[in-house]
């Protein structure tokens, strides 16, 4: 099993151009994430998907699209970069299960990583 | 929205020191994990606990859910274990979507 993976690596963008990040799991997870970490800040959520064909927002969506088209992929776009989307982006996954108490998750599991860069 | 706030920030010991890093949250969540991230590298996750305590090897995790507050304790450091060790808590959505503290960086010399 990869587990989870993304493409690419790394990436340099100038102001205005526009990208596509992928995530891509092979363990059937239900759940995926797009976060960014910055220097001197926490992981933060940028949009989560619970299933196939949904999406939602996290804490720092502005400037971001994703789509979940096919369960194993997570694609996050980026329209119009800026600097300020200059980060280290994460994807994640991971399961759940319903229970009578209601749903109960479990741990993520974290890509690789893709570093941006915008100038 | 949860505060997760971490201490230390950063650490240094020697090799075979028992280390200490503590996590406390704001609101109640489902779940506490804790995350390990080498310098350069990917993100793993050791824990995700909501109560009591885990043990994975050298590593222990706790957490006092009245007092919104958990520790991962390393016993018989390496240096290995220079890492970046993260806490994060989830929410009660269900689709354990998490609030991380900012991390602490260890660092163990021999």
């Known amino acids: 099993n990869a587990g989870v993976t993304q493409t690419p690596k790394f990436r340099v963008l100038k102001t205005g151009q526009s990208m596509t990040l992928l995530c891509a799991q092979d363990?059937?997870?239900?759940?995926m994430y797009w976060y960014r970490q910055d220097p001197g800040m926490g992981l933060r959520l940028i949009h989560y998907s619970v299933g196939e064909g949904t999406t939602a927002k996290g804490e720092v969506p502005d400037g971001y699209n994703v789509s979940r088209l096919k369960k194993q992929n997570f694609l996050l776009g980026l329209e119009s970069a800026a600097p300020s989307q200059t980060s280290v982006y994460f994807c994640a996954s991971s399961y759940s299960t319903s229970t009578s108490g209601g749903l109960l998750s479990y741990e993520q599991y974290f890509g690789p990583g893709t570093r941006l860069t915008v100038t | 929205k949860n505060e997760v706030e971490q201490s230390p920030q950063n650490l240094t010991a020697q090799e075979g020191e028992f280390i200490t890093i503590n996590c406390s949250y704001s609101v109640g969540i489902s779940a506490l994990h804790w995350l390990q991230q080498h310098p350069g590298g990917g993100i793993v996750s050791l824990f995700m606990?909501?109560?009591g305590k885990k043990k994975h090897g050298r590593l222990i995790a706790t957490i006092n859910i009245q007092e919104k507050h958990s520790s991962l304790h390393i016993t018989a450091s390496h240096p290995r274990d220079s890492a970046v060790y993260i806490c994060?808590?989830?929410?009660?959505?269900?689709?354990?979507?998490?609030?991380f503290g900012k991390g602490t960086m260890l660092l163990v010399s021999p």
């Open positions: 606990l909501s109560s």
């Open positions: 363990m059937n997870h239900e759940y």
């Open positions: 994060a808590a989830g929410d009660h959505s269900g689709y354990s979507t998490l609030t």
